[in-house]
């Protein structure tokens, strides 16, 4: 017969027990990651756009370290080319529950009547539409939230074959005032099309829309309360704009990689994989999908995967627009990742420590304009890669007029961008200054953001002009003439009088008093030689 000692056994339980116990502590308070950043001295980002103190968020102090307790390696991992694909196809298992289905289908029920209700006028329905949002909302609103757009992708990206251990992903998305079943849609196509083992959460950042959009507000909560608890929404108390609704998020968010994104897209089947895996190859390449236009006055989202892409650049007014590759990026295939000088901004996805460690986003600048230049000069600049992904497809839902007000009712794009010359452009910000004048004007202190760049041994902007920009013509480079066009006799300059004539942003010239600070009154002459 075998005896047992009760009080033995009791003892070693309890020890085993403890020691356990202790275990799991040591295993979840493991040592974070120390991320250094410079910002103004004495700044809390999380009081000053109404949220509240967190222990476990990010302290934004000049000299001090941010402490990010989701990341867990203390480098970044060098480029690893060897790393082959082990060949996973990732599978999207993501199932729409019975209470959720019925809670969307009312939603949807609630607006087809609401527009039923507006009448028979279609184009005072439009025209309300594009007043409220800057497209044909009220069209968008008779549409199913998880419409089925079909695979966008080129027939060379549906081959699979990913790395078996990529990063998991948060996607972030920002809005005030935005359709709620415009970004229901958008929310959806990221859940319907993202593998659930690569999808962190999803963050819907509020910022402070007003009480004149109670739609956004409760039933928006209803609805992702049914969505599993992948998907949380942060309302922020005070107006903050894009940049602090951003910073806010990505602090919120879980994933090691962050996925920005405006709150009026579509994203493709497999959208995701092609942008990881380029990030797992080299942590410091910052990725954008391509993207698609869905129409505004039609909700219609074409397939244009069989097109030529375009990559991103600037005029020296630092307004973004879209270039052609050249013949080196031609003769890649239209599959190929290429390499962009800037991005659009409404869409990209970085690493998380990267995010942090390249000093998040300019948080001085105002609500929006002129941060997707100056994180892209940053990215190139200071040692990353920016490029698209055409593998990546994601439609966007380009407004026609911009229905967003500036609080403080400032020109706050021309702030924002006058900071971001006297940061990153050296002497090449004089052009700058020629084109959208306001030379003296305020724009802040740039101290903390100028540190940064020393303290990450950034290039000089010259090097991004001819190493990555080399499509940009340089007015002392170039058959070149910049100025004013001005009648002597009678001191009247011709001027774009600061009017947009139309939706296509053509501007009527007109004539007004010669003011001699450039913007409206400046004109570039361009002769090119060809041989």
């Given at each position: 017969?075998?005896?047992?000692?009760?009080?033995?056994?009791?003892?070693?339980l309890?020890?085993?027990?403890?020691?356990i116990?202790?275990?799991?502590?040591?295993?979840?308070?493991?040592?974070?990651?120390?991320?250094?950043?410079?910002?103004?001295?004495d700044?809390?980002?999380?009081?000053?756009?109404?949220?509240?103190?967190?222990p476990?968020?990010h302290?934004?102090?000049?000299?001090h370290?941010?402490?990010?307790?989701?990341?867990?390696?203390?480098?970044?991992?060098?480029?690893?080319?060897?790393k082959?694909?082990d060949?996973?196809?990732y599978?999207?298992?993501?199932?729409?529950s019975?209470k959720?289905?019925?809670?969307?289908?009312?939603?949807?029920q609630?607006?087809?009547?609401?527009?039923?209700?507006?009448?028979?006028?279609?184009?005072?329905?439009?025209?309300?539409?594009?007043?409220?949002?800057?497209?044909?909302?009220?069209?968008a609103?008779t549409?199913?939230?998880?419409?089925?757009?079909g695979?966008?992708r080129?027939?060379?990206c549906?081959?699979?074959?990913?790395?078996?251990d990529?990063?998991?992903?948060?996607?972030?998305?920002?809005?005030?005032?935005?359709?709620?079943v415009?970004?229901?849609?958008?929310?959806?196509?990221?859940?319907?099309?993202?593998?659930?083992e690569?999808?962190?959460?999803?963050?819907?950042?509020?910022?402070?829309?007003?009480?004149?959009?109670?739609?956004i507000?409760q039933?928006?909560?209803?609805?992702?309360?049914?969505?599993?608890?992948?998907?949380?929404?942060?309302?922020?108390?005070?107006?903050?704009?894009?940049?602090?609704?951003?910073?806010?998020?990505?602090?919120?968010?879980?994933?090691?990689?962050?996925?920005?994104?405006?709150?009026?897209?579509?994203?493709?089947?497999?959208?995701l994989?092609?942008?990881?895996?380029?990030?797992?190859?080299?942590?410091?390449?910052?990725?954008?999908p391509?993207?698609?236009?869905?129409?505004?006055?039609?909700?219609?989202?074409?397939?244009n995967?069989?097109?030529?892409?375009?990559?991103?650049?600037?005029?020296?007014?630092?307004i973004?627009?879209?270039?052609?590759?050249?013949?080196?990026?031609?003769a890649?295939?239209?599959?190929?990742?290429?390499?962009?000088?800037t991005?659009?901004?409404?869409?990209?996805?970085?690493?998380?420590?990267?995010?942090?460690?390249?000093?998040?986003?300019?948080?001085?600048?105002?609500?929006w304009?002129?941060?997707?230049?100056?994180?892209?000069?940053r990215i190139?600049m200071?040692?990353g890669r920016?490029?698209?992904?055409?593998?990546?497809?994601v439609?966007?839902?380009?407004?026609?007029?911009?229905?967003?007000?500036?609080?403080?009712?400032?020109?706050?794009v021309?702030r924002?961008?006058?900071?971001?010359?006297?940061?990153?452009?050296?002497?090449?910000?004089?052009?700058?200054?020629?084109?959208?004048g306001?030379?003296?004007?305020?724009?802040?202190?740039?101290?903390?953001?100028?540190?940064?760049r020393?303290?990450?041994?950034?290039?000089?902007?010259?090097?991004?002009?001819?190493?990555?920009?080399?499509e940009?013509?340089?007015?002392?480079?170039?058959?070149f003439?910049?100025?004013?066009?001005?009648n002597?006799?009678?001191?009247?300059?011709?001027?774009d009088?600061?009017?947009?004539?139309?939706?296509?942003?053509?501007?009527?010239?007109?004539?007004?008093?010669?003011h001699?600070q450039?913007?409206?009154?400046v004109?570039?002459?361009?002769t090119?030689?060809?041989i």
């Amino acid at each position: 017969m075998v005896r047992f000692n009760v009080r033995l056994i009791k003892k070693l339980l309890l020890y085993g027990s403890v020691t356990i116990l202790l275990l799991y502590l040591i295993s979840t308070f493991n040592s974070p990651v120390h991320i250094k950043v410079s910002v103004p001295e004495d700044v809390d980002v999380r009081q000053t756009i109404g949220l509240k103190p967190l222990p476990e968020v990010h302290q934004y102090k000049e000299g001090h370290e941010i402490i990010d307790p989701v990341l867990n390696r203390n480098k970044f991992q060098p480029e690893v080319p060897n790393k082959l694909s082990d060949g996973k196809t990732y599978e999207y298992t993501w199932v729409e529950s019975a209470k959720l289905r019925r809670a969307r289908e009312e939603v949807e029920q609630k607006f087809q009547e609401k527009v039923r209700d507006l009448g028979n006028d279609q184009e005072k329905i439009k025209e309300s539409g594009y007043s409220e949002h800057g497209y044909h909302s009220h069209l968008a609103e008779t549409i199913a939230i998880n419409r089925d757009i079909g695979d966008k992708r080129h027939p060379q990206c549906k081959n699979g074959g990913w790395p078996s251990d990529m990063p998991k992903a948060s996607v972030i998305f920002c809005f005030h005032n935005e359709n709620l079943v415009v970004l229901l849609r958008s929310i959806y196509s990221v859940l319907m099309r993202t593998p659930p083992e690569l999808l962190a959460d999803i963050i819907v950042v509020d910022d402070a829309s007003t009480e004149a959009h109670p739609d956004i507000k409760q039933p928006l909560d209803d609805m992702v309360a049914l969505m599993g608890g992948k998907v949380k929404v942060l309302r922020l108390d005070q107006r903050s704009g894009l940049i602090k609704a951003r910073m806010a998020g990505a602090a919120f968010s879980t994933g090691q990689f962050l996925v920005f994104f405006d709150a009026h897209i579509e994203c493709s089947h497999g959208w995701l994989e092609p942008m990881l895996e380029r990030v797992y190859h080299n942590p410091t390449t910052v990725v954008c999908p391509c993207i698609d236009i869905i129409k505004h006055d039609t909700m219609e989202y074409p397939n244009n995967a069989q097109q030529e892409i375009q990559k991103g650049g600037f005029h020296w007014g630092l307004i973004y627009k879209w270039i052609p590759l050249n013949a080196t990026q031609r003769a890649q295939g239209i599959t190929a990742p290429q390499a962009s000088a800037t991005m659009a901004g409404g869409l990209f996805g970085m690493s998380r420590e990267y995010f942090y460690q390249l000093g998040t986003y300019d948080e001085e600048m105002k609500i929006w304009g002129g941060e997707n230049l100056e994180i892209s000069f940053r990215i190139w600049m200071c040692g990353g890669r920016l490029e698209i992904v055409p593998c990546s497809r994601v439609g966007h839902l380009f407004r026609v007029k911009n229905p967003v007000s500036f609080p403080d009712g400032s020109d706050t794009v021309s702030r924002n961008t006058r900071r971001l010359a006297e940061v990153w452009m050296d002497e090449y910000k004089e052009y700058y200054y020629d084109i959208q004048g306001g030379k003296g004007r305020d724009f802040g202190d740039v101290s903390a953001r100028k540190h940064l760049r020393d303290r990450l041994q950034c290039k000089p902007f010259k090097w991004f002009v001819e190493n990555v920009y080399p499509e940009l013509v340089v007015p002392d480079e170039s058959n070149f003439a910049l100025g004013s066009i001005r009648n002597p006799s009678s001191n009247l300059c011709l001027d774009d009088l600061q009017k947009l004539e139309d939706e296509k942003s053509e501007k009527k010239v007109g004539l007004y008093w010669c003011h001699g600070q450039g913007g409206s009154q400046v004109y570039i002459i361009y002769t090119f030689l060809y041989i």
